[in-house]
């Protein structure tokens, strides 16, 4: 008997969430997070049908509900999460819905790599001083798509040397300094000035994976998360159990997309 998920059937028969959507396999970007290139000259010719169906699921959804923040996460790693959130914010941008794509996926730090965009300051930053404006650390990708990079990742241990919060207590908690800051009221804090800058109809966080501290914190201030789930990688169980725990801690799952890595 086949445990990994491999097919939509699978998913409707574990859970009710809908399948928004199920990525084909990119021969072009096979690579992708072994050689850490520009995915720049890629998208800009990159048209999925796939990408665009979310698009339409996001408006349709929008529709009804309030919906503007929005996290791209999954169960596992090395699932395309990242190339999906930045194909899915340039396919909103060219639908002229002003999107900004944040990189809140602290341990990886993925997206300036692949916009071609400077990282000197970004979310870290943010959290760091609260007097730092969020517009000095906006970058402008291309018509009506921003970009929030990481960010300097000494200011999350700056952030905690400076308000004496001890080794003990990270150690304690088997946190590492940006996960202790994503896993604190800090991030209510910034999602909420984010929110309401007013400036974008979608807010489009490439976070990291879902069962961890740091991003069940994100994923419960926001508006809805989007599951990424790659086909044949990951155990019907651990699905399960894990779509479980998020329910008890009143995560909100918009929908899955599957994706397939080979």
């Known amino acids: ?44 010719n990159t048209i999925l049908l796939s990408i665009f169906e979310i698009c339409v699921f996001l408006k349709y959804f929008s529709k009804y509900f309030f919906i503007k923040d929005i996290a791209i996460s999954s169960l596992i790693p090395e699932n395309g999460k990242t190339l999906i959130s930045i194909l899915l914010a340039k396919a909103l941008s060219v639908l002229n819905y002003k999107t900004l794509l944040i990189d809140a996926d602290a341990s990886v730090r993925q997206i300036h790599t692949r916009l071609d965009i400077q990282n000197n300051v970004g979310l870290a930053d943010l959290f760091y001083d609260p007097y730092l404006k969020i517009q000095t650390v906006i970058n402008n990708v291309s018509k009506n798509l921003d970009v929030i990079s990481s960010g300097n990742r000494d200011s999350y241990i700056k952030l905690i040397e400076e308000n004496d919060l001890t080794k003990d207590l990270l150690y304690d908690h088997d946190l590492t300094p940006d996960q202790y800051v994503f896993s604190s009221p800090l991030i209510s804090n910034l999602t909420n000035n984010i929110r309401n800058l007013n400036l974008y109809k979608f807010i489009m966080y490439d976070s990291t994976i879902l069962g961890t501290t740091q991003n069940d914190s994100l994923a419960s201030q926001i508006d809805g998360t989007i599951l990424i789930v790659p086909l044949n990688k990951i155990n019907k169980g651990l699905f399960k159990s894990k779509l479980k725990r998020l329910k008890e801690k009143n995560i909100f799952i918009l929908g899955i997309i599957l994706n397939n890595l080979s």
């Open 1 to 44: 008997m086949n445990e990994l998920i491999n097919n939509k059937k699978d998913i409707k028969k574990l859970t009710n969430i809908p399948v928004i959507t199920e990525i084909p396999y990119l021969n072009q970007f096979k690579n992708l997070r072994k050689e850490k290139f520009s995915l720049v000259p890629y998208y800009q």
